[in-house]
C-alpha cells in the first residue's frame, strides 16, 4: 500500500503526527477519569487539557465542549428538541434542515420525520435564505445548515442564515466538520447554537467528536443517561485516547495558520486545470461558489462514479464517489439532486480531496491516471453513441 495516493481527506484524514503520539502516551495510562485517585485524576487532566485545544480551534470556552464518539452522536445530541435557553421554555417542536446535509442530520436525529422538513438549495448547492425565511414562519423552529458541504465543499452563508433564524426565534445547528483549517471556523462569529465537529476529519483518531454549546442552553433530556458524564449530557467512561489525539490534532491545525488551506488551494488549482486539459467538457460541481479549498467534484458526460472509482484505485489512486458514510455503496447524490443535476451526470460524479501532505505529485499521479481512465471510459461510449 505505500506506493499508493491518498486523496479522500474528507472521508477520511490522515491521523498527525502529533495526534499518534497522544493517542498512543494515553494507552499507556490506566484510570478512569471519574476516578478521584492520582490515576484517574492524571487521566481526567488529560481530557480537559483536550477540551482546551478542541476549544481553542473554533474560538469557544472549554466549558462549552461535549465529548462524544463522533460527528454522528454529537449531530444525533444536537438535533434534539428538548435544548432550552432558560428554564421553562418549551422544546422545539419542528426540524428544518437543509437539503444537502449528511446523512446523520437528515435523519433528524430525535425528531419525530414527520416533524422534520428541509430547506432547498440553488443551482450552486448554496441555500435558499428566502426558502428558509418562508419555513421559519410559525413556531420556532431548530435549523441544522452545515458549513462546508462534504461532497462538493460548497460553503454556506452561516452567519446570514443564523441572522434570519435567531430573528425568527430558533436555535441553529452548524455541522462543521469539513472546516477546521480550511476556512474560518469561529463559533461566535458564526453565531451558531450548537456546532459539530469530528477528530478524523482533521487528523485526529477514529471514534472521537464534540458537541459545541453556546453558553446558557441545556438540554431537557439527554441522548444517553449514566453516569453524568460530559457536563450530564453523554453518559459513559470517556474515551481518553481519542479525545487526547483529538486535542492534539486540533492544536496542530492551529499552528499552521492556514499554511494548509494555501497549499491544497493551489493544488485544487492544478487538478482542475489538468483535468479540463485532458477533457474539456468535464464539470466541476459548486465552482461558482465558495468551496473549500481542498475539494474538487467533478463528473463528465457519459461517466460511470462507480467504474472510475475502481479504475482509480487499480491505478494506485484513492478518490470518493461522495460521502463515505452509505454503507460502501456508490449511489447517486443527494447533495447533487438538491442542485438540480441531470441525474446522467449526477451518476459519473468523483470527488478528490487533498490535505496538508498531499504533494504535486500525487495531483500528477491522479491526471495520469484520469487521461487513461477517460481514453478507455468516455472515447469507447461515445464510439458506441455515435
Not at 89 to 113: N, Q, T
Request: net charge neutral; glycine share 12%; proline share 5%.
Amino acid at each position: 500500500m505505500t506506493d499508493r495516493v491518498y486523496l479522500d481527506w474528507n472521508a477520511s484524514a490522515p491521523l498527525r503526527p502529533k495526534a499518534r503520539a497522544a493517542v498512543l502516551a494515553m494507552l499507556e495510562r490506566t484510570g478512569n477519569p471519574s476516578s478521584v485517585h492520582a490515576e484517574g485524576r492524571d487521566v481526567r487532566q488529560a481530557i480537559e487539557r483536550a477540551r482546551g485545544e478542541v476549544a481553542k480551534l473554533v474560538g469557544a470556552d472549554a466549558g462549552s465542549v461535549i465529548f462524544t464518539s463522533g460527528a454522528t452522536e454529537a449531530n444525533a445530541l444536537a438535533l434534539s428538541p428538548g435544548w432550552v435557553r432558560s428554564p421553562g421554555d418549551g422544546p422545539f417542536m419542528r426540524l428544518l434542515v437543509s437539503a444537502v446535509e449528511h446523512a446523520s442530520v437528515r435523519e433528524g436525529g430525535r425528531f419525530d420525520r414527520g416533524r422534520v422538513s428541509q430547506i432547498p438549495v440553488d443551482g450552486r448547492g448554496v441555500i435558499e435564505l428566502g426558502a428558509l425565511r418562508e419555513r421559519l414562519a410559525g413556531p420556532p423552529a431548530l435549523v441544522s445548515v452545515m458549513l462546508a458541504n462534504n461532497e462538493t465543499g460548497v460553503v454556506q452563508p452561516i452567519c446570514e442564515v443564523a441572522r434570519i433564524v435567531h430573528e425568527a426565534g430558533g436555535l441553529l445547528h452548524v455541522d462543521a466538520v469539513q472546516a477546521p483549517g480550511r476556512i474560518g471556523c469561529d463559533f461566535n462569529a458564526l453565531d451558531a447554537d450548537l456546532l459539530t465537529l469530528s477528530a478524523h476529519k482533521i487528523g485526529g483518531p477514529r471514534g472521537a467528536g464534540a458537541l459545541i454549546r453556546k453558553a446558557g442552553l441545556h438540554l431537557e433530556d439527554t441522548l444517553t443517561r449514566g453516569g453524568g458524564q460530559e457536563r450530564g449530557l453523554r453518559a459513559g467512561t470517556e474515551n481518553v485516547p481519542g479525545i487526547a489525539g483529538f486535542g492534539a490534532a486540533a492544536t496542530e491545525i492551529l499552528a499552521q495558520s492556514g499554511q494548509e488551506a494555501a497549499h491544497t488551494r493551489r493544488l485544487r488549482t492544478m487538478l482542475e486545470t489538468g483535468l479540463r486539459s485532458v477533457t474539456p467538457d468535464i464539470v466541476f460541481f459548486g465552482e461558482e461558489g465558495e468551496r473549500l479549498p481542498n475539494t474538487t467534484c467533478f463528473s463528465h458526460p457519459g461517466l460511470l462514479a462507480e467504474t472510475a472509482v475502481i479504475g482509480f484505485d487499480l491505478a494506485g489512486v484513492a478518490v470518493s464517489s461522495g460521502s463515505a458514510c452509505s454503507s460502501g455503496k456508490v449511489q447517486p447524490s443527494h447533495v447533487l439532486a438538491a442542485m438540480g443535476v441531470d441525474p446522467a451526470l449526477a451518476r459519473g460524479a468523483i470527488r478528490v480531496s487533498t490535505g496538508y501532505s498531499t504533494k504535486e505529485a500525487d495531483i500528477e499521479r491522479l491526471l495520469s491516471a484520469w487521461t487513461k481512465l477517460s481514453e478507455s471510459l468516455l472515447k469507447g461510449r461515445k464510439s458506441i453513441a455515435a
